[in-house]
């Protein structure tokens, strides 16, 4: 995915692109409203840090952008920019970085 995300994300906000996991049965029936519901954590594709993010002793970030995070939803503030959706969640919401 192309990072096409303008802005600053501040203090220690993450801005994610959401990746969308489609849940069809074999019969091509969609579930992925139906799961979703039930699930507490999601999918995404860093696109900016805020520079309160924690850095490891050489100065690096833990996490970087493109990085793919699970993180928990019940916190997130979604926003559009240029027709794309992306989330708003705070750093320590990330469960996973692949």
Known sequence: MQNNFKGKALNDNVI???????NKTASGFDLTGITDINESQKKGIIVALGELCPKLNNGESTIKLGDEIIFTKHRIDPFT??????????????????
């Not at 994610?16 to 489609?22: D, G, M, T």
């Open 16 to 22: 994610v692109f959401e990746v969308v996991n489609e």
């Open 81 to 98: 920019q240029d027709g794309v959706r992306y989330l708003i969640i705070k750093y320590q919401d990330i469960v996973l970085v692949f």
